[in-house]
């Protein structure tokens, strides 16, 4: 079975500094998508970026990007220029490509980020 | 224009009562599902569901029923609620690959 391990349950940086969000993840399938899913305290579960296993180029939006190793299992999120609005509970998430419907999320990591 | 709608947000009822939250998607994908996040934020996948099949039914009590009258509505039903389902519940639909989560209802069983 696949897990998701987030190993920091609350992370806090200053406004403009850089962040860094560790994920770590166990799988035996070689294809599969990785994501990180920000979740503020609105409650709703929004997309931050999206990172195809088979893709070697880590992936980046705007202030975000991953620093995906596969042959570690590791897929942490860095947060560049951290603004006020960033704060909130980020989701590392595993989805294998054969099982699309169901992916696996790890406990979340609960960002401040104090002015 | 709301990708994955769900209602209501909130939801407050007795032990032992029969609810419904409903959750429609208009983003044309194949695949819905049910998450269940509870106090502590841990998110876990409760049902999924592909053109209107059942695909994962994880454990669940039989409790929960699922019932996607088309695929791009997903309803979730609960019997003889108990204090220990409340929770944040959400819908959530993808097509091959990302999901796109509604806004989430928190149950609160009293």
């Known amino acids: 079975a696949q897990t998701v391990t987030q190993s920091q349950p609350e992370m806090s940086v200053q406004e403009a500094e850089t962040v860094t969000l560790s994920c770590t993840y166990d799988t035996s399938e070689s294809d599969y998508y990785l994501f990180w899913y920000k979740q503020p305290p609105s409650r709703q579960m929004i997309l931050v970026i999206r990172q195809e296993a088979y893709k070697q180029q880590n992936a980046t939006e705007n202030r975000f990007s991953v620093n995906f190793q596969k042959a570690a299992k590791s897929f942490s999120l860095k947060i560049s220029d951290s603004q006020l609005g960033d704060a909130a509970m980020y989701f590392c998430a595993y989805q294998g490509r054969a099982r699309a419907g169901k992916s696996t999320f790890g406990d979340g990591t609960t960002l401040t980020v104090k002015p | 224009d709301t990708a994955v709608s769900q209602t209501p947000k909130y939801l407050v009822t007795q032990m032992g009562n029969d609810k419904s939250i409903k959750c429609e998607q208009n983003?044309?994908?194949?695949?819905m599902y049910w998450y269940k996040q509870d106090s502590k934020k841990f998110l876990k996948i409760m049902f999924s569901?592909?053109?209107?099949?059942?695909?994962i039914n994880e454990t669940v009590p039989n409790r929960f029923s699922p019932k996607s009258p088309d695929k791009a509505h997903l309803n979730l039903h609960i019997n003889s609620l108990e204090l220990g389902d409340s929770a944040v519940y959400f819908c959530a639909s993808s097509g091959q690959e990302t999901a796109f989560f509604g806004q989430g209802t928190r149950l609160t069983v009293v």
């Open positions: 983003l044309g994908h194949d695949t």
């Open positions: 569901y592909n053109n209107k099949e059942l695909i």
